[in-house]
C-alpha cells in the first residue's frame, strides 16, 4: 500500500465514510466475528508454543541420558547388580552412573499407587541412572554385550520410545496449529466479505447518487476498506487481549506437569501478529470485494 493509501487508511475521508453504515448487523457482527478468530488464534498459538516448550524441556531431561533395570530371580539380584555396576563404570562414554535408592522409586509411583503402600508388598527391580556422553555412539552397544553375558536381567533404556513419541507429537502440533490459524483467517476473510456485499447492497442508492455526481468506485471502495478494517483489527485487538487475559489467569505454576512451559520473554509478542494478520486479510478482503461488488451495481 502507497503512503497515500496508509494515511487514508489512518484518517480517513468524512465525505466517502458516510456511505458506510455506522450501525447495523454488519457492524457488530464483523467486530464479533474478528474477535472470536483472534480469540481462539491465539490460544491455539499458545498452545502450539507451549507443546513445543514441553517436548523440547522433555527431550532435554531425557537426552543423554538412559535406565537400566535389573529384574532377576531374587538370588541372583545383587550379584546381577554388581556385575552390571562394574561394567558401567569401565566402559568408555558413561559419564555417571547412579544406583535409584528405593525411597525414590516409590516417590515416582506415589501419585498413582499412593504413599501408604507398604514397601514389602512391591517387587521393585533395581534401577541404576546412567549418563552417557553419545547415546548412539559405541558405548550403548557395548554394554548391551556384556549385560547379556554378564547380567542376563539387566535391561538398558535409552529411553528413545518417550523422546520420540515428543518430539513427533510437538511438530504435529505445530503443524495443526498453523492449518487452524489457517483456517481462522480464512473464516476471517469470508465474514469481512460477506458484511461488505451487505453493506453495500444496502446503499445501493446512495452509490448511484455518489456516481452520478462524479465518485469514482475506488473512492466508495476506500471508505468501506477502511471502516471494515478498523472494525476488524479493533474486534482482534479486544479478542487477543481477552485470551491473554485467560491465559495469565489459567498459567500454570508449582509443580504441575506444565509449570514453565509459558510464554516468556519476546514469546509474548507473537499473539500481537494476530489482529496485524486479521486487519491485513480485512483490508485486502474488504478492497476486492467492494470492487468486485460495485462493478455490479447499476
Do not use: C, Y
Not at 466517502?16 to 472470536?36: D, F, S, Y
Not at 530371580?73 to 544406583?99: F, H, K, M, N
Request: charge should be positive; proline fraction near 5%.
Amino acid at each position: 500500500m502507497s503512503r497515500a493509501g496508509v494515511l487514508d487508511l489512518l484518517v480517513g475521508d468524512r465525505q466517502a465514510e458516510k456511505v458506510v453504515p455506522r450501525r447495523g448487523h454488519t457492524v457488530w457482527l464483523t467486530g464479533l466475528a474478528a474477535g472470536i478468530m483472534a480469540f481462539i488464534a491465539v490460544l491455539v498459538l499458545v498452545l502450539a508454543l507451549v507443546g513445543n516448550a514441553l517436548a523440547a524441556r522433555w527431550t532435554a531431561q531425557l537426552d543423554g541420558t538412559a535406565t537400566l533395570r535389573v529384574s532377576a530371580p531374587a538370588d541372583q539380584v545383587a550379584l546381577q547388580t554388581e556385575a552390571a555396576l562394574g561394567i558401567l563404570q569401565v566402559t568408555p562414554g558413561v559419564t555417571s552412573v547412579r544406583r535409584v535408592p528405593q525411597g525414590e522409586q516409590l516417590a515416582l509411583l506415589a501419585p498413582w499407587l499412593g504413599t501408604d503402600l507398604p514397601q514389602d508388598l512391591l517387587d521393585l527391580p533395581v534401577m541404576i541412572d546412567v549418563t552417557l556422553d553419545d547415546p548412539d555412539g559405541a558405548a550403548v552397544q557395548t554394554i548391551r554385550q556384556r549385560l547379556a553375558a554378564e547380567a542376563p536381567g539387566a535391561m538398558l533404556d535409552l529411553h528413545d520410545r518417550w523422546r520420540d513419541p515428543l518430539v513427533d507429537a510437538a511438530s504435529t502440533l505445530r503443524g495443526l496449529s498453523m492449518l487452524a490459524l489457517v483456517l481462522m483467517l480464512v473464516l476471517t476473510a469470508a465474514m469481512v466479505s460477506l458484511s461488505t456485499h451487505a453493506a453495500l447492497s444496502s446503499n445501493a442508492q446512495v452509490v448511484s447518487t455518489l456516481r452520478l455526481i462524479g465518485a469514482r468506485d475506488a473512492f466508495i471502495a476506500r471508505a468501506f476498506v477502511r471502516r471494515f478494517t478498523l472494525r476488524a483489527g479493533a474486534g482482534a485487538l479486544v479478542g487477543m487481549v481477552a485470551a491473554l487475559v485467560l491465559l495469565l489467569i489459567a498459567r500454570p505454576a508449582g509443580d504441575h506437569v506444565f509449570a514453565g512451559t509459558g510464554l516468556t520473554g519476546w514469546q509474548w509478542l507473537w499473539p500481537l501478529l494476530v489482529p496485524l494478520l486479521i486487519a491485513i486479510v480485512a483490508l485486502i478482503t474488504t478492497r476486492q470485494t467492494a470492487l468486485a461488488r460495485l462493478r455490479k451495481l447499476p
